[in-house]
Protein backbone atom coordinates (compact mmCIF):
# COMPACT_ATOMS: atom_id res chain seq x y z
CA UNK A 1 0.00 0.00 0.00
CA UNK A 2 2.95 2.36 -0.40
CA UNK A 3 3.76 3.74 -3.24
CA UNK A 4 7.71 2.90 -4.70
CA UNK A 5 9.65 5.73 -3.50
CA UNK A 6 13.84 6.37 -3.60
CA UNK A 7 15.37 8.29 -1.35
CA UNK A 8 19.31 8.35 -1.02
CA UNK A 9 22.17 11.07 0.01
CA UNK A 10 25.56 11.85 -0.52
CA UNK A 11 26.88 14.07 2.30
CA UNK A 12 28.49 17.23 1.71
CA UNK A 13 32.09 16.89 3.26
CA UNK A 14 34.75 17.55 0.74
CA UNK A 15 34.61 17.39 -3.10
CA UNK A 16 33.03 14.67 -5.17
CA UNK A 17 35.44 11.62 -6.29
CA UNK A 18 34.98 8.77 -8.63
CA UNK A 19 33.23 6.28 -6.61
CA UNK A 20 30.74 8.70 -5.38
CA UNK A 21 29.76 9.33 -9.10
CA UNK A 22 30.75 5.25 -10.19
CA UNK A 23 28.97 3.77 -6.50
CA UNK A 24 26.24 6.24 -6.05
CA UNK A 25 25.54 9.09 -8.86
CA UNK A 26 25.47 6.94 -11.69
CA UNK A 27 23.44 4.56 -10.50
CA UNK A 28 20.97 7.25 -8.88
CA UNK A 29 20.57 8.57 -12.55
CA UNK A 30 20.01 5.51 -14.05
CA UNK A 31 17.17 4.68 -11.22
CA UNK A 32 15.62 8.01 -12.28
CA UNK A 33 15.63 7.36 -15.62
CA UNK A 34 13.91 3.79 -15.39
CA UNK A 35 10.67 5.62 -14.17
CA UNK A 36 10.04 2.42 -12.35
CA UNK A 37 9.86 4.81 -8.90
CA UNK A 38 6.94 6.96 -8.20
CA UNK A 39 9.34 9.78 -6.94
CA UNK A 40 13.17 9.47 -6.67
CA UNK A 41 14.59 12.10 -3.76
CA UNK A 42 18.25 12.86 -3.79
CA UNK A 43 19.55 14.89 -0.98
CA UNK A 44 22.71 16.73 0.18
CA UNK A 45 22.74 15.53 3.70
CA UNK A 46 24.23 18.53 5.36
CA UNK A 47 23.17 17.34 8.72
CA UNK A 48 25.18 14.18 8.73
CA UNK A 49 28.28 16.20 7.56
CA UNK A 50 28.45 18.15 10.75
CA UNK A 51 28.57 15.21 12.79
CA UNK A 52 32.46 15.65 12.21
CA UNK A 53 34.01 18.96 12.42
CA UNK A 54 33.38 21.16 8.86
CA UNK A 55 34.40 24.13 8.59
CA UNK A 56 31.59 26.57 8.02
CA UNK A 57 32.99 27.96 4.32
CA UNK A 58 34.21 24.73 3.46
CA UNK A 59 30.56 23.07 4.22
CA UNK A 60 28.49 25.66 2.09
CA UNK A 61 31.23 24.87 -0.96
CA UNK A 62 30.84 21.17 -0.54
CA UNK A 63 27.12 21.66 -0.98
CA UNK A 64 27.29 23.69 -3.97
CA UNK A 65 29.82 20.80 -5.66
CA UNK A 66 27.63 18.11 -4.77
CA UNK A 67 24.30 20.11 -5.86
CA UNK A 68 26.25 20.33 -9.33
CA UNK A 69 28.17 17.02 -9.48
CA UNK A 70 24.43 15.67 -9.24
CA UNK A 71 22.81 17.86 -12.03
CA UNK A 72 26.21 17.72 -13.93
CA UNK A 73 26.04 13.91 -14.11
CA UNK A 74 22.27 13.55 -15.38
CA UNK A 75 19.91 14.25 -12.22
CA UNK A 76 16.80 16.21 -13.51
CA UNK A 77 15.35 18.47 -11.20
CA UNK A 78 12.39 18.23 -12.42
CA UNK A 79 12.12 14.12 -12.11
CA UNK A 80 14.10 14.23 -9.21
CA UNK A 81 13.94 15.82 -5.84
CA UNK A 82 17.09 17.32 -5.56
CA UNK A 83 17.56 19.38 -1.98
CA UNK A 84 19.45 19.89 1.04
CA UNK A 85 18.15 18.08 4.46
CA UNK A 86 18.79 21.45 6.38
CA UNK A 87 16.03 22.68 4.31
CA UNK A 88 13.52 20.12 5.47
CA UNK A 89 13.56 20.73 9.57
CA UNK A 90 11.23 17.75 9.13
CA UNK A 91 14.35 15.82 9.43
CA UNK A 92 15.92 16.98 12.56
CA UNK A 93 11.90 16.91 13.76
CA UNK A 94 11.45 12.85 12.95
CA UNK A 95 15.21 12.54 14.03
CA UNK A 96 14.42 13.12 17.24
CA UNK A 97 11.37 11.21 17.41
CA UNK A 98 13.62 8.35 16.07
CA UNK A 99 16.45 8.62 18.90
CA UNK A 100 13.28 8.14 21.41
CA UNK A 101 12.68 4.96 19.59
CA UNK A 102 15.82 3.21 18.58
CA UNK A 103 17.75 1.76 21.25
CA UNK A 104 21.08 2.23 22.66
CA UNK A 105 21.90 -1.23 22.23
CA UNK A 106 21.11 -1.18 18.36
CA UNK A 107 23.75 1.79 18.29
CA UNK A 108 26.61 -0.08 19.87
CA UNK A 109 26.49 -2.76 17.09
CA UNK A 110 26.44 -0.37 14.46
CA UNK A 111 29.96 -1.08 12.63
CA UNK A 112 30.42 2.56 10.99
CA UNK A 113 30.62 4.02 14.12
CA UNK A 114 33.31 2.04 15.37
CA UNK A 115 35.14 2.84 11.96
CA UNK A 116 34.62 6.16 11.94
CA UNK A 117 34.76 7.48 15.57
CA UNK A 118 38.09 6.37 15.99
CA UNK A 119 39.28 6.29 19.72
CA UNK A 120 37.96 8.18 22.75
CA UNK A 121 34.86 8.72 23.96
CA UNK A 122 35.50 12.67 24.61
CA UNK A 123 36.56 12.66 20.87
CA UNK A 124 33.33 11.72 19.18
CA UNK A 125 30.33 13.53 18.96
CA UNK A 126 26.33 12.06 19.69
CA UNK A 127 25.47 13.43 16.51
CA UNK A 128 27.72 10.35 15.07
CA UNK A 129 26.51 7.90 17.14
CA UNK A 130 23.18 8.69 16.78
CA UNK A 131 23.41 9.33 13.03
CA UNK A 132 21.76 6.20 12.03
CA UNK A 133 18.85 7.24 13.45
CA UNK A 134 18.86 10.09 11.61
CA UNK A 135 19.31 8.71 8.45
CA UNK A 136 16.05 6.25 9.59
CA UNK A 137 14.34 9.58 9.86
CA UNK A 138 15.63 10.85 6.47
CA UNK A 139 14.27 7.61 4.69
CA UNK A 140 10.86 6.81 6.33
CA UNK A 141 10.39 11.28 6.33
CA UNK A 142 9.03 10.39 2.67
CA UNK A 143 7.84 6.86 2.85
CA UNK A 144 10.48 5.51 0.96
CA UNK A 145 10.43 2.02 0.30
CA UNK A 146 13.65 1.55 -1.79
CA UNK A 147 17.43 2.98 -0.60
CA UNK A 148 20.60 2.14 -3.23
CA UNK A 149 23.24 2.35 -1.07
CA UNK A 150 26.12 0.71 -1.15
CA UNK A 151 27.55 -3.06 0.38
CA UNK A 152 29.07 -0.63 3.76
CA UNK A 153 25.57 1.03 4.25
CA UNK A 154 23.06 -2.09 4.59
CA UNK A 155 23.62 -2.40 8.32
CA UNK A 156 22.17 1.43 8.58
CA UNK A 157 18.95 -0.40 5.78
CA UNK A 158 18.63 -2.61 8.58
CA UNK A 159 18.32 -0.19 11.56
CA UNK A 160 15.88 2.02 9.56
CA UNK A 161 13.28 -0.92 9.37
CA UNK A 162 13.84 -2.01 13.13
CA UNK A 163 12.70 1.17 13.74
CA UNK A 164 10.31 1.50 10.92
CA UNK A 165 8.75 -1.71 13.07
CA UNK A 166 9.31 -0.60 16.63
CA UNK A 167 7.22 2.14 15.73
CA UNK A 168 4.47 0.34 14.28
CA UNK A 169 4.83 -2.08 17.01
CA UNK A 170 4.90 0.20 19.86
CA UNK A 171 2.14 2.95 18.80
CA UNK A 172 -0.24 -0.34 16.75
CA UNK A 173 0.18 1.27 13.77
CA UNK A 174 1.29 0.82 9.95
CA UNK A 175 2.44 3.86 9.46
CA UNK A 176 6.19 3.28 8.08
CA UNK A 177 7.26 0.98 5.45
CA UNK A 178 9.34 -1.45 5.70
CA UNK A 179 12.53 0.22 3.45
CA UNK A 180 14.41 -2.22 0.79
CA UNK A 181 18.19 -1.61 0.39
CA UNK A 182 18.82 -1.86 -3.51
CA UNK A 183 22.67 -3.22 -3.53
CA UNK A 184 22.68 -3.83 -7.24
CA UNK A 185 25.08 -6.44 -8.84
CA UNK A 186 28.40 -6.70 -7.44
CA UNK A 187 28.73 -3.71 -4.82
CA UNK A 188 30.86 -1.12 -6.60
CA UNK A 189 33.36 -0.38 -4.22
CA UNK A 190 36.62 1.82 -5.87
CA UNK A 191 39.92 2.40 -4.47
CA UNK A 192 42.37 4.66 -4.37
CA UNK A 193 44.55 4.12 -7.68
CA UNK A 194 48.18 3.75 -5.37
CA UNK A 195 47.01 1.87 -3.45
CA UNK A 196 44.59 -0.98 -3.93
CA UNK A 197 43.59 -1.99 -0.56
CA UNK A 198 42.21 2.00 0.46
CA UNK A 199 39.01 2.89 -0.56
CA UNK A 200 38.97 5.86 -2.92
CA UNK A 201 38.20 9.03 -0.78
CA UNK A 202 37.57 12.61 -0.70
CA UNK A 203 39.79 13.04 1.89
CA UNK A 204 42.62 10.98 0.73
CA UNK A 205 46.05 12.12 1.58
CA UNK A 206 47.74 12.80 -2.03
CA UNK A 207 45.51 14.13 -5.29
CA UNK A 208 46.94 11.70 -7.44
CA UNK A 209 45.47 8.75 -5.31
CA UNK A 210 41.91 9.87 -6.45
CA UNK A 211 40.11 11.18 -9.89
CA UNK A 212 37.91 14.15 -8.68
CA UNK A 213 34.94 14.81 -10.24
CA UNK A 214 36.45 17.90 -11.30
CA UNK A 215 38.92 16.91 -12.52
CA UNK A 216 39.76 17.70 -15.73
CA UNK A 217 40.55 15.83 -19.06
CA UNK A 218 44.13 16.24 -18.92
CA UNK A 219 44.24 15.51 -15.07
CA UNK A 220 42.29 12.35 -15.54
CA UNK A 221 44.17 10.78 -18.03
CA UNK A 222 47.62 11.64 -16.20
CA UNK A 223 46.30 9.75 -13.19
CA UNK A 224 45.22 6.64 -15.01
CA UNK A 225 48.52 6.85 -16.72
CA UNK A 226 50.67 7.09 -13.88
CA UNK A 227 47.68 4.44 -11.43
CA UNK A 228 49.36 1.45 -9.96
CA UNK A 229 49.32 -1.61 -11.23
CA UNK A 230 51.39 -4.80 -11.47
CA UNK A 231 53.88 -6.51 -13.79
CA UNK A 232 51.25 -9.38 -15.33
CA UNK A 233 49.11 -9.13 -18.10
CA UNK A 234 45.74 -9.31 -17.76
CA UNK A 235 43.61 -12.78 -16.92
CA UNK A 236 41.29 -14.29 -18.90
CA UNK A 237 38.58 -14.09 -15.42
CA UNK A 238 37.60 -11.91 -12.16
CA UNK A 239 38.48 -14.73 -9.88
CA UNK A 240 42.01 -14.54 -11.03
CA UNK A 241 42.28 -10.64 -10.50
CA UNK A 242 41.33 -11.44 -6.48
CA UNK A 243 44.88 -11.54 -5.54
CA UNK A 244 46.03 -8.64 -7.50
CA UNK A 245 44.24 -5.34 -5.62
CA UNK A 246 45.56 -2.10 -7.99
CA UNK A 247 44.63 -4.54 -10.68
CA UNK A 248 41.44 -5.34 -10.15
CA UNK A 249 40.87 -1.80 -8.95
CA UNK A 250 41.31 -0.67 -12.62
CA UNK A 251 39.18 -3.57 -14.21
CA UNK A 252 36.46 -3.07 -11.72
CA UNK A 253 36.55 1.23 -12.68
CA UNK A 254 36.29 0.63 -16.57
CA UNK A 255 33.48 -1.93 -16.27
CA UNK A 256 31.57 0.87 -14.20
CA UNK A 257 32.54 3.27 -16.64
CA UNK A 258 32.00 0.85 -19.64
CA UNK A 259 28.61 -0.38 -17.75
CA UNK A 260 30.04 -4.22 -18.26
CA UNK A 261 30.78 -6.79 -16.28
CA UNK A 262 34.50 -7.02 -15.43
CA UNK A 263 34.08 -10.52 -17.19
CA UNK A 264 33.22 -9.02 -20.16
CA UNK A 265 36.26 -6.39 -19.74
CA UNK A 266 38.52 -9.22 -19.67
CA UNK A 267 37.36 -11.40 -22.86
CA UNK A 268 38.01 -7.83 -24.40
CA UNK A 269 41.37 -7.39 -22.72
CA UNK A 270 42.85 -10.74 -21.64
CA UNK A 271 46.60 -11.00 -22.26
CA UNK A 272 47.20 -7.68 -23.22
CA UNK A 273 49.49 -5.50 -20.84
CA UNK A 274 49.05 -2.54 -19.00
CA UNK A 275 50.94 -0.04 -21.97
CA UNK A 276 47.47 -0.87 -23.74
CA UNK A 277 45.27 -1.59 -21.01
CA UNK A 278 45.52 2.09 -19.41
CA UNK A 279 45.62 4.33 -22.23
CA UNK A 280 42.26 2.61 -22.77
CA UNK A 281 41.40 3.29 -19.49
CA UNK A 282 42.28 6.93 -19.49
CA UNK A 283 40.18 7.57 -23.02
CA UNK A 284 37.18 5.87 -21.85
CA UNK A 285 37.60 8.17 -18.47
CA UNK A 286 38.26 11.29 -20.00
CA UNK A 287 34.94 10.89 -22.45
CA UNK A 288 32.54 10.15 -19.77
CA UNK A 289 33.72 12.27 -16.88
CA UNK A 290 35.11 15.14 -18.87
CA UNK A 291 31.51 16.74 -20.06
CA UNK A 292 30.92 16.06 -16.13
CA UNK A 293 33.29 18.18 -14.66
CA UNK A 294 32.95 20.80 -17.41
CA UNK A 295 29.46 21.22 -16.31
CA UNK A 296 29.99 20.71 -12.88
CA UNK A 297 31.71 24.23 -13.27
CA UNK A 298 30.02 26.26 -15.17
CA UNK A 299 27.44 25.30 -12.91
CA UNK A 300 29.13 26.37 -9.97
CA UNK A 301 30.08 29.27 -11.88
CA UNK A 302 26.28 30.33 -10.87
CA UNK A 303 25.42 30.30 -7.16
CA UNK A 304 22.07 31.83 -7.97
CA UNK A 305 21.42 28.58 -9.90
CA UNK A 306 22.11 26.46 -8.19
CA UNK A 307 20.33 28.24 -4.96
CA UNK A 308 17.12 28.39 -7.00
CA UNK A 309 17.18 24.59 -7.52
CA UNK A 310 18.12 23.82 -4.46
CA UNK A 311 15.05 26.17 -2.61
CA UNK A 312 12.71 24.81 -5.17
CA UNK A 313 13.90 20.98 -4.04
CA UNK A 314 13.40 21.60 -0.96
CA UNK A 315 10.29 23.57 -1.09
CA UNK A 316 8.76 19.95 -3.10
CA UNK A 317 10.70 17.69 -0.55
CA UNK A 318 8.01 19.46 2.18
CA UNK A 319 5.04 19.14 0.75
CA UNK A 320 6.02 15.36 1.03
CA UNK A 321 7.55 15.51 4.24
CA UNK A 322 5.29 17.77 6.55
CA UNK A 323 2.44 15.65 6.36
CA UNK A 324 3.90 12.72 7.64
CA UNK A 325 5.76 14.35 10.23
CA UNK A 326 2.23 16.00 11.05
CA UNK A 327 0.91 12.31 11.47
CA UNK A 328 3.69 11.35 13.54
CA UNK A 329 3.07 14.09 15.72
CA UNK A 330 -0.90 12.87 16.13
CA UNK A 331 0.11 8.93 16.59
CA UNK A 332 3.13 10.01 19.09
CA UNK A 333 0.27 12.21 20.88
CA UNK A 334 2.22 15.25 20.26
P1 LIG B 1 31.22 8.11 2.55
O1 LIG B 1 32.22 8.76 1.64
O2 LIG B 1 31.54 8.28 4.00
O3 LIG B 1 30.86 6.72 2.17
P2 LIG B 1 29.37 9.85 1.33
O4 LIG B 1 28.07 10.38 1.79
O5 LIG B 1 30.38 10.82 1.00
O6 LIG B 1 29.89 8.89 2.47
O7 LIG B 1 29.17 8.85 0.15
C1 LIG B 1 28.13 9.00 -0.75
C2 LIG B 1 27.93 7.76 -1.57
O8 LIG B 1 29.11 7.50 -2.33
C3 LIG B 1 27.67 6.51 -0.73
O9 LIG B 1 26.62 5.78 -1.36
C4 LIG B 1 28.96 5.75 -0.79
O10 LIG B 1 28.77 4.35 -0.71
C5 LIG B 1 29.50 6.15 -2.16
N1 LIG B 1 30.96 6.05 -2.19
C6 LIG B 1 31.85 6.86 -1.59
N2 LIG B 1 33.11 6.45 -1.82
C7 LIG B 1 33.02 5.33 -2.58
C8 LIG B 1 33.97 4.41 -3.16
N3 LIG B 1 35.28 4.59 -3.00
N4 LIG B 1 33.50 3.38 -3.90
C9 LIG B 1 32.18 3.20 -4.08
N5 LIG B 1 31.23 4.01 -3.57
C10 LIG B 1 31.63 5.06 -2.83
NA1 LIG C 1 32.38 11.10 3.23
Not at 11 to 23: A, E, F
Not at 50 to 57: F, H, K, L, M, R
Not at 86 to 96: D, K, M
Not at 165 to 174: E, L, Q
Request: hydrophobic share 40%.
Amino acid sequence: NFAKRVFSGIKPSGGLQLGNYLGAIKRFVQTQDQGEFETTLYCIVDLHAITVWQDPADLREATYEVTAGYLAAGIDPEKSILFNQSRVPAHAELGWIFNCVARVGWMNRMTQFKEKAGSGAEKQSLGLYAYPSLMAADILLYHATHVPVGEDQKQHVELTRDIANKFNHDYKVDFFPETIPVIEGPAMRIMNLRDGTKKMSKSGESDMERINMLDDADAISKKFKKARSDMEALPETAAELDHRPEAKNLVNIYAGLADLSVDQVLAQYAGEGWGKFKPALADLAVDQLAPISTEMKRLMGDRAELDRYLARGAERAREIANPILQQTYDIVGL
